[in-house]
């Protein structure tokens, strides 16, 4: 039921007219972001998970029923629908680029449509999410990075899966509960201002959090003076010291980062105190990132949280699902700025003599190519013929495509764009296509339809 | 389980100190997005029906006391956990402004701690959401207006809210069948691409659409050439009329929305067919409405997707839940660019002699004020005192509450900022807490900790 309303009425007329031949559905990003060099593939997982599961229950099937839109025949159509078709797809964490399709659908036209929405609302995000939080990683290498988003996330949904997809691309951690439980994400957290604030003085809070806890005592030291918090700490560490208890970090949340961290780091060292930590948070993102650390502050980890599981800067992609393949024959949609190409496709991708990236080939998947083909099967017949991938498997080959990255994409700042040919194949049946089209739009301007 | 680890470890410290005393926290948003002159508040009923289901699972104990973080004994205090608290808040639909509270909670403090991520993560983005679709309905007034953003919301549960936050704002209906189900929100769909594509040209096409609906018939007409399909359309309508079938409307996805419209109606109107509608979607936003409506297009209904439900331009609030008073006690954060209004507060609204906002007044809950109270008791001892209001209500409120906006805070660009006098009492218990902090911090400095 999550889907659009014309994905089931188109649906109700395939089935009434028997248009249920296998249909080839594309899922590719039309194009980059304005600050994205390249995308990471994301969301895999789900969008299999969800074609499993494909079917309508019976409080379904009777609401849409009696909604006013849809036939009894058609509504016994649905309560039989399962997904049963075909998928290849790019390997989640896998680099790739815009019009290279990362999923492939083939089905009968009605399931293959159905799932368009769902499967974009899947892919979209995460893939947005991952592709964001890489750049956070390559602009913060070796540094502790942890998802803070979950709050400012748009809805339970979005804060786990972006935690997931944040962790995909090399995070550390997330401090959503329920993602870590989910997904084995590691979790972390610190304390909040009102924990603070609860206590009429702050070394009192400092040392009824430090006493209380099991895990990692990370002291939030901005809520009234940074600097005199830090003090205290120290003070604290000392005292806890001598009871066989630590403190293990600091966080602060406002101000000037970079300065607040500088006179904390003194403060701390002076007093002994090198083996406290401090951790930065509040309103960043991948370029405060980079700030901070190429300015050397010297801050040992950063929560990330509003910019990361929004991608603030481009809080969508212009990710799209296309039929490209009806029933045998080749298909395209030639809207102004949306031509897609049509037929099945692979991405070859071609590597440096360094292992780099050099360049993909957009190519049909029919025609013999060079290079890693990119697209592999992962599902025949509505079965999984790979096992599901674990999320540190997923993690290290993020790590492993991030390291093969040229260089000039892996800052921040817009780069030459990544070239991706078009083969002959592809080329020559884009204009078969157009040329059929054309006849058959002269046919019809004749009116014989 | 939709909690940041922080509120855990912080509940477990409250635990073992016995800080269960009444907690005060109100919800607010610091600043406005700088596209904004106002917000709609949203999703208190999502809120509410959190907080009466706030437990956790035994499967979620389980994993709790053995994630590493925890002890048993805090897990235990977990086990009998429920919400007893009260709330009030501003109904839903209403207009508000910086600093001033739309939900206050008043509970003890661990419960009132454990809700703060969730409680933001419903109440930001419905928010966000219907303050952006109201900009959307007043730059179109009168139009139809349909969300079409499901598949780039970021994730399902977005899109349901979505759907829900934008037909509470005055949208029309939405493409979303869950939301329909869920929410009884009107359901609005035509047809894609693929469904043009998939037939072998595009008048049969249409024809299998018109002759297998039940309900409208919407026909996309931009897949090859739109010009050349509303002609088809055209002579299509005038064939099926005989049949005693009609053509409701045609959908352009493409290219100049208002160009192609202003074509579209004369081909249209030149056959006869005045009657079949045009609706327009294509990355539309409040901006590109604006423009089109005002530029006289002959668009009767606009389908807007992702700008809406990612709120694009600004796909976040600062949204804070912030400890207010506890045990009694006034209490307030000072943290740089951060500081917050301490104690348990009313929103008071003055009307001008035409009924138009004219100024609100942000004073203690327990100062004489005049005006309009905004902020009204919803649950006491959590239980609802206030039935759940109807979608449909919410809406008719929303529409009066925009009728009485000032002309200045209508249009879309930025206007002088609506005044939020803070009261006499209010700036009295800020400093009586400020030179509490003061005397805190100096004691503490001292070292009589």
Redesign the interface.
């Known amino acids: 039921?999550?889907?659009?309303?014309?994905?089931?009425?188109?649906l109700?007329?395939?089935f009434?007219?028997d248009?249920t031949a296998p249909?080839v559905?594309e899922l590719f990003v039309r194009k980059l972001p304005e600050n994205r060099n390249f995308l990471l593939a994301a969301g895999l997982e789900q969008a299999l998970n969800y074609l499993e599961n494909l079917r309508f229950t019976e409080a379904?099937l009777d609401?849409?029923a009696g909604?006013?839109?849809?036939?009894r025949a058609f509504v016994d159509h649905l309560s039989a629908l399962e997904f049963s078709g075909d998928v290849d797809a790019m390997p989640e964490g896998t680099v790739f680029f815009p019009h290279e399709p990362i999923l492939r659908v083939v089905a009968p036209?009605p399931e293959a449509?159905l799932a368009?929405?769902?499967l974009?609302?899947?892919v979209?995000?995460q893939t947005m999410i991952a592709s964001k939080a890489a750049r956070c990683v390559l602009a913060a290498p070796g540094k502790l990075l942890v998802d803070?988003g979950?709050?400012?996330?748009?809805?339970?949904?979005?804060?786990?899966?972006?935690a997931r997809a944040a962790y995909l691309a090399g995070f550390t951690g997330t401090?959503?509960?329920?993602a870590?439980?989910m997904f084995d994400i590691p979790?972390?957290?610190?304390?909040?201002?009102?924990?603070v604030?609860?206590h009429?003085?702050?070394?009192?809070a400092f040392?009824?959090?430090a006493r209380?806890?099991?895990?990692p005592i990370v002291l939030l030291i901005?809520?009234?003076?940074t600097e005199?918090a830090a003090t205290?700490v120290a003070r604290l560490a000392t005292e806890l010291k001598q009871q066989g208890l630590g403190v293990d970090g600091v966080r602060i949340?406002?101000?000037d980062l970079g300065a607040h961290a500088q006179k904390v780091r003194r403060i701390l060292d002076d007093s002994g105190h090198s083996e406290i930590t401090i951790f930065a948070s509040g309103n960043l993102d991948e370029w405060l990132l980079e700030r901070l650390v190429s300015g050397g502050a010297p801050i040992d980890g950063f929560g990330v949280g509003?910019h990361l599981v929004?991608?603030?800067d481009y809080?969508?992609?212009d990710?799209a699902y296309?039929?490209q393949e009806?029933a045998g024959?080749a298909?395209?949609?030639?809207?102004?700025?949306?031509e897609t190409w049509p037929g099945r496709k692979q991405v070859y991708r071609v590597h440096d003599s360094r292992g780099r990236l050099d360049h993909d080939i957009l190519a049909l998947a029919s025609e013999p190519g060079h290079g890693t083909p990119l697209l592999q099967p992962v599902m025949r017949e509505a079965k999984r013929i790979t096992p599901a991938e674990s999320l540190g498997d997923i993690r290290a080959r993020t790590a492993r495509q991030l390291a093969a990255l040229p260089d000039g994409l892996r800052g921040l700042g817009k780069a030459r764009p990544y070239v991706t040919e078009i083969a002959d194949g592809l080329i020559r049946l884009a204009a078969e296509v157009d040329q059929r089209?054309n006849k058959?739009?002269d046919?019809?301007?004749a009116g014989q339809?």
């Open positions: 039921m999550h889907t659009d309303l014309y994905q089931l009425t188109m109700q007329s395939y009434e007219r248009m249909a559905f379904e609401w849409l909604c006013g839109h849809f036939s036209l449509q368009e929405t769902r974009i609302n899947l979209n995000f803070f979950l709050r400012r996330a748009h809805g339970a949904e979005a804060g786990l899966l972006a401090s959503a509960v329920l870590g439980k979790l972390y957290g610190t304390m909040a201002h009102s924990f604030q609860a009429d003085d702050e070394v009192a040392a009824d959090f209380t806890q099991s895990g901005d809520t009234y003076d005199a205290k949340d406002s101000g509003t929004t991608a603030a809080p969508s992609l990710c296309k039929l009806y024959i298909r395209r949609k030639r809207s102004e700025g949306k089209s058959a739009g046919a019809e301007d339809t």
